[in-house]
């Protein structure tokens, strides 16, 4: 069983689109987390989610809209899509609050504007 | 602010040799500390962390790491490295006043037989 599942894992789109990336955690995890990974694989965190209450938003354009309808679920949703949101979108949860607690990634889901 | 610095951006070993990845971090306290590694077309794995007590810790897949304060470091080492360990990896720092994780740049580690 895949613990922390993101779909899809690849999405081309073109510019000006709206696009949902979803991801789901069967850990029984408490938070949840979304990263971006650019080109030069430089990792950095968008949003965490603690039992459905937001609780980082790391200056991220409000055109990224993150939705959690329970704490196994934190879905990504962007609109208008621009060339520079093109990266590798990752979703993590680790157990409770607190940068002390081991973070499982999904896969990843590649996000290509054209 | 605290920050993670991967000096290398790309290491080149042989199959069997030692291999040591350098991690610095800037923060005013002891932070929690870790490596991640990220194969091709995967998501990150945790290999290891340091949150206080015995400056060497031991991961999996026979890596370790250790702790020096003075140096404000954090460096991966493995003895003998094997090509499937060929892969990208993360150093992370993590706050304890804060919900979220810091990472390096990464470090991109390609194995020759």
């Known amino acids: 069983d895949t613990a922390v599942s993101q779909t899809p894992k690849y999405l081309v789109t073109q510019m000006g689109n709206d696009k949902s990336i979803k991801c789901e955690q069967n850990?029984?995890?408490?938070?949840m987390y979304w990263y971006k990974q650019d080109s030069k694989k430089f990792l950095k965190i968008m949003f965490s989610?603690?039992?459905?209450?937001?609780?980082i938003n790391e200056t991220v354009p409000n055109r990224f809209s993150p939705k959690s309808p329970d704490k196994a679920h934190l879905n990504l949703h962007i609109n208008s899509l621009e060339l520079g949101d093109s990266a590798v979108y990752f979703c993590?949860?680790?157990?409770?609050?607190?940068?002390?607690?081991?973070?499982?990634f999904g896969q990843g889901t590649r996000l290509t504007v054209v | 602010a605290q920050s993670v610095t991967q000096p290398d951006i790309h290491i080149t070993v042989s199959e069997g040799a030692s291999l040591e990845l350098r991690c610095n971090y800037s923060?005013?306290?002891?932070?929690?500390l870790f490596w991640y590694v990220q194969s091709p077309g995967q998501g990150l794995q945790l290999l290891l962390k340091y949150f206080s007590g015995d400056t060497l810790v031991q991961g999996i897949k026979g890596f370790e790491a250790e702790f020096k304060r003075s140096q404000s470091s954090f460096n991966l080492r493995k003895p003998s490295v094997h090509w499937s360990d060929a892969a990208e990896y993360f150093c992370?720092?993590?706050?304890?006043?804060?919900?979220?994780?810091?990472f390096g740049t990464g470090t991109r580690l390609q194995v020759f037989p």
């Open positions: 850990l029984g995890h408490d938070t």
């Open positions: 992370a720092v993590g706050a304890r006043n804060t919900d979220k994780l810091i």
């Open positions: 989610y603690n039992n459905k209450e937001l609780i």
């Open positions: 923060y005013g306290a002891t932070p929690y």
């Open positions: 993590a949860s680790t157990h409770s609050r607190g940068p002390n607690t081991e973070a499982f």
